[in-house]
């Protein structure tokens, strides 16, 4: 039987998890990657934890529906061999002084627990004790919101456990700078230094450099990059291992891991373009922020700052994944701005079904280009 080929054009955590789901359904994939500078599954450790997000409509269903897939991709990459990706359900923790506030972010997490299942698990509200307890270095002025389904990550590891378990799937992975040759029936041919390579399906998953590899098709889609530093911190002999996620109802957060490091971050720059440096001013914020709720973290040691350009959606705020009109045989999957770890692995695995059944799947009609 002929296999069906389909090139994935990157491999950050949404071309790892479409390479993953493709290659396990038996499609013959060649993943190629130019490694940039500043990709954002490098830099992310995320909270798999949407359900006191403020955001509603199918950006919310598709949020929800990651973090409710977790589990799911989890053990198929366990079928695969796979044993680490650094995914743990230690829990979340919503903090903040305002008791109206935290009561505000309880109900939200009620309500959507009820139509959730069992992936949520307890929501309860905590005094400062009980918060300290769970992730010691907060500060004494903060109440808690615990939800003890949430779950972390760490991007690199998660990305590099798709991509094990792709090519234990049989995917093979090409180094090197692409580009689409457009042809007039037919998937592109795809370029790669001297090499051309041929498929049944092109898909683009480079993130904030969608466009740049588009240019052939004089297609732009509504996507920017949009800097993000988090700061990988430190507290040497301290067991980290079983702190829950911090998110003090803002854009910054704190995830725990488990070789006694805690990431901090991150920030939002829309509008830097494709500059991935460590600037000074948003080290200072990143740890500006970590330290107002978190004044134990003061003396921890600081390990590196990570930069990602997260492709971010600049007109609808939804992402933008499925065939694209009027190309045969090429797809995109972008635009998950600072929600790539929690909605890419169920995106990919809905895309990959997109592809080989060649129509789009229910789940994925609200964000269709």
């Not at 529906?65 to 743990?88: C, H, K, Q, S, W």
């Not at 690199?156 to 049989?170: F, I, K, N, P, S």
């Not at 230094?193 to 004089?218: F, H, K, Q, R």
């Not at 460590?278 to 004044?295: E, H, K, M, N, Y």
């Amino acid at each position: 039987m002929v296999q069906h080929r389909v090139i994935v054009i990157g491999s950050g955590i949404a071309g790892a998890s479409a390479a993953f789901a493709l290659a396990r359904r038996g499609a013959a994939v060649t993943v190629v990657d130019s490694g940039e500078a500043g990709q954002a599954t490098g830099a992310s450790a995320g909270i798999i934890s949407p359900w006191a997000s403020t955001v509603e409509g199918p950006f919310y269903d598709l949020y929800a529906a990651g973090a409710a897939y977790y589990p799911e991709v989890i053990g198929l990459l366990g079928e695969a061999g796979v044993e680490r990706t650094d995914y743990r359900r230690n829990g979340a923790l919503l903090v903040h002084e305002d008791p109206a506030r935290l009561a505000e972010a309880q109900a939200r997490v009620e309500a959507r627990a009820r139509t959730a299942g069992g992936v949520v698990g307890e929501v309860r509200r905590i005094g400062n004790d009980e918060v300290r307890a769970l992730f010691p270095p907060l500060a004494p002025e903060l109440e808690g919101v615990y939800i003890s389904g949430g779950g972390r990550v760490d991007g690199r590891t998660m990305r590099d456990a798709l991509l094990q378990g792709a090519v234990h799937h049989g995917a093979r992975r090409v180094d090197g700078r692409a580009r689409l040759l457009p042809r007039p029936q037919g998937a592109p041919r795809v370029e790669v230094g001297s090499e051309t390579l041929e498929a049944d399906d092109v898909l683009v998953a480079s993130g904030a450099w969608a466009n740049e590899l588009l240019a052939p098709y004089d297609l732009r889609l509504a996507v920017e990059p949009q800097r993000g530093q988090i700061t990988h911190l430190r507290l040497d002999g301290v067991d980290t291992s079983g702190w829950p996620s911090v998110h003090p109802l803002s854009h910054h957060y704190m995830v725990a891991f488990d070789d006694s490091r805690v990431a901090v971050g991150a920030t939002r720059e829309t509008g830097s373009g494709f500059d991935a440096r460590v600037t000074a001013r948003g080290q200072w914020q990143v740890l500006a922020d970590a330290l107002r709720i978190a004044p134990g973290l003061a003396d921890a040691t600081l390990i590196e700052t990570r930069v990602g350009l997260r492709p971010l959606p600049s007109e609808e705020l939804l992402p933008i994944v499925g065939a694209l009109p009027g190309t045969p045989g090429l797809h995109v999957v972008t635009g998950f701005g600072a929600a790539g770890l929690t909605m890419a692995p169920f995106t990919g695995d809905a895309l990959a079904r997109s592809i080989l059944d060649g129509k789009t799947v229910p789940e994925l009609a609200a964000v269709a280009p």
